[in-house]
């Protein structure tokens, strides 16, 4: 398994066969109290367990399915809400963008930026994260293949920055399913850069329930599993206490119940992987 360089992400080194790093998170921020609430359960866990944990949430869906669907709080309280995750938890965020004036102002806020995968082409969105200088993680499209994010690399690095980490979450196969080709693990990390592998979005029915999409979350801990066996840095899940609330996703998101034994058994895993 190739060695990639490390990412400093809010003082989580991700890459260099560093330990296993957990991107967590709900979905999308349905309410300050709830952000707070879920955050706080996962640094209490990293804390007991060792994790280097990284909370993720979304201030704005905005590729949804139907126009009724939830979106967020939007980007200045939600950035507001993300702060004071940072600020309370002592633990580095993450949280996507969607247009290039973003950048900046999720820049001063979050640790790491994330550039949503259907969007992982558009070249003034690309440009304008790699120019906060922060880093900076690309999930490839659905409809790319792994060595296409060579380019995407490319353009991130036009700008001087090497603080980038990529993210694998399905490829599209068929109409409103996924599937997780392990490949995809090994050649993008070629590139040389932390790869992470998105376990519940990989398990997506794009479409499929409708005007949302559906999914099988029940099978996102066993793609897990597969990808640290096959070897990747990092793996990115999105957790709610009660999934089946979720005003977004909530098909695909792991119970914060099963966090834990499922950490548990991808650090061993990890072990094995890392240290042969």
Known sequence: MSKTKIVDVG????????PLVLIAGPCVIESREGCLEIAGKLARLAKSQKISLIFKASYDKANRSSARSYRGPGLVRGLEILKE???RYGIPVLTDIHTAEEAGLAAKVVDIIQIPAFLCRQTDLVVAAGNTGIPVNVKKAQFMAPGDMRNVIDKLESTGNRSIILT????????NNLVADMRSLLVMREFGYPVIFDATHSVQRPG?????????????PALA?????????????ETHVKPEEALSDKDNTIPFSAVSQLWRTLGKIDDVVRLS
């Open 168 to 175: 694998e979450r399905g490829v599209s196969f068929g109409y």
């Open 225 to 237: 599993r597969a990808a640290v066996a096959t070897g990747c840095d990092g793996v990115f899940i």
């Open 11 to 18: 003082g989580v080194s991700v890459g260099g066969k560093r």
């Open 208 to 220: 499929g329930a409708g005007d949302r999409t559906g999914g099988d979350g029940c099978w996102a």
């Open 85 to 87: 995750v940072k600020d």
